[in-house]
């Protein structure tokens, strides 16, 4: 089946695949998440076959899983590759961050308490995936003037990764957001105030460690029995 039928509009598989990953992407189906398809189907008004096509889609893509006797399910994050680019990214950006300093402005330092102020605001009735293109904006305020652009590539494909791997962070761990606006507030504050490079860097870099910190402690949670929690 096409994308799209004779008239233009969207095919039935594609508008299963749309639905299903817009709900991947935002959080509402999250990693484990069985997807069965004669909910799907009914769902959206269709029968299992254009749903089952989607499905195929979304596993090529390494979204969805697919196991004898489990069914679909939305896929796992690999745990390694997620910790590797966190701490990687961790290292660059903090390096960026306390690079760009010098050259951050006030009116950048405006512009970032005013995304800051629109991720605490989204905390009321929160949306993952939203809450994660702010942060990525706001983050953007402090690396995106680092002098030295090798240093900034590796901080741009770091980003780029983590959407790869995963679109939102917050979906698991969305405690973790409160702390993070808060922790937001104190870099700015250092920049604001000349605080000592080195001092910019390590609040930088400890920012990103505790998101992976927090998600580490999320998934030891998960995998202890219901006996252990």
Avoid at 132 to 155: A, I, K
Avoid at 185 to 199: P, Q, R, T, V, Y
Wanted: proline share 3%.
């Amino acid at each position: 089946m096409t994308a799209t039928d004779t008239n233009g509009t969207l095919s039935k598989s594609q508008q299963a695949y749309s639905w299903i990953r817009e709900r991947i992407n935002s959080g509402a189906f999250v990693p484990g998440f069985r997807l069965v398809l004669g909910s799907i189907a009914k769902e959206l008004g269709v029968s299992v076959v254009p749903v089952r096509e989607a499905i195929r889609r979304l596993e090529a893509e390494g979204l969805v899983t697919f196991e004898r006797n489990v069914g679909a399910q939305v896929a796992m994050l690999d745990d390694s590759a997620y910790s590797a680019t966190m701490q990687a990214l961790g290292i660059v950006e903090g390096a960026a961050t306390m690079l760009s300093a010098p050259f951050i402005t006030a009116a950048d330092i405006a512009a970032a308490r005013l995304v800051n102020a629109q991720m605490i605001e989204s905390l009321e009735h929160f949306e993952p995936r939203r809450f994660t293109e702010l942060n990525r904006e706001f983050h953007s305020v402090l690396f995106e003037r680092c002098p030295n652009d090798q240093l900034l590539d590796l901080v741009h494909r770091g980003w780029n990764q983590m959407n790869v791997l995963r679109d939102s962070t917050f979906s698991f761990v969305p405690g973790r957001a409160r702390a993070s606006v808060d922790e937001h507030e104190h870099i700015l504050k250092l920049i604001e105030d000349g605080a000592d490079s080195l001092e910019i860097e390590m609040a930088a870099r400890a920012h990103r460690t505790r998101t992976l910190d927090a998600f580490a402690a999320y998934q030891a949670d998960r995998k202890r029995s219901p006996a252990q929690r």
